[in-house]
């Protein structure tokens, strides 16, 4: 059973411009990561969040936390084509590591 | 090794054989992790271990699946009497434990396809 939901499911834009994907729950997480996925390789973290209202800045990357801590988003500004790939997020806790349903990126040149 | 290592990288057989795959982790790391991820979709958690012992097993598909880990370190997936729908990337990865706050680094994967 899935209980992250990422939206958009799919995302082509050109590059330069900016956007934002979401992943949400109807359970609240104690924390939360969202990884980058490249085709033929694993996901590799991006950052985790922890604190309701957090944000988080990497580089052109910014990650949200929501006050309920059960939505997070990440939004990129002035995408370019190396951010191409699968973004995931995924809820951390005491024991497994579940992923959402990603959002799959794909930015023009 | 620095990072987690899986074998085979690419693996086809036929429907109905059983199927072993591997995982090597980060030495050191406690925590090991199973998905399986269909044709560039999320990861569905198939199991985890922490140490030796599987304390959720939830995510296994049916009871052709098994996986164990041995001296807390390598592990291994098994799948008996192959079908096409479990063709999809095996993905393992490992922490140094299931900490909220610890990162979870995989490996390249196994791309099972049962023919």
């Known amino acids: 059973t899935q209980l992250l939901e990422q939206s958009p499911q799919f995302l082509s834009i050109q590059e330069g411009e900016n956007l934002t994907v979401y992943c949400n729950s109807s359970?609240?997480?104690?924390?939360l990561q969202w990884y980058r996925q490249e085709p033929g390789e694993g996901p590799v973290l991006l950052v985790t969040?922890?604190?309701?209202?957090e944000v988080k800045k990497l580089k052109r990357l910014t990650f949200q936390f929501g006050d309920a801590r059960k939505d997070s988003s990440l939004h990129i500004t002035a995408a370019q084509p190396g951010d191409t790939g699968l973004y995931l997020c995924?809820?951390?806790?005491?024991?497994?590591?579940?992923f959402g349903t990603g959002t799959r990126l794909q930015v023009f040149p | 090794g620095a990072g987690v290592s899986q074998s085979p990288s690419n693996k086809v057989t036929e429907k109905g054989k059983d199927v072993e795959l591997r995982c090597d982790p980060i030495?050191?790391?406690?925590?090991l992790y199973w998905y399986r991820q269909s044709l560039g979709q999320g990861l569905e958690f198939l199991i985890y271990?922490?140490?030796?012992?599987?304390?959720?097993k939830s995510g296994l598909p049916s009871d052709r699946f098994s996986a164990e880990r041995t001296g807390g370190s390598v592990s291994t997936l098994t799948i008996q009497r192959t079908q096409q729908e479990d063709s999809a990337v095996y993905l393992c990865?490992?922490?140094?434990?299931?900490?909220?706050?610890?990162?979870?680094?995989f490996g390249q994967g196994t791309r099972l396809t049962v023919v």
């Open positions: 359970s609240v997480f104690s924390s």
């Open positions: 030495s050191g790391h406690t925590a």
């Open positions: 990865a490992s922490s140094l434990g299931p900490s909220s706050l610890t990162e979870a680094f």
């Open positions: 969040v922890v604190t309701g209202g």
């Open positions: 995924a809820r951390s806790g005491t024991d497994k590591l579940i």
């Open positions: 271990f922490q140490g030796n012992s599987a304390p959720d």
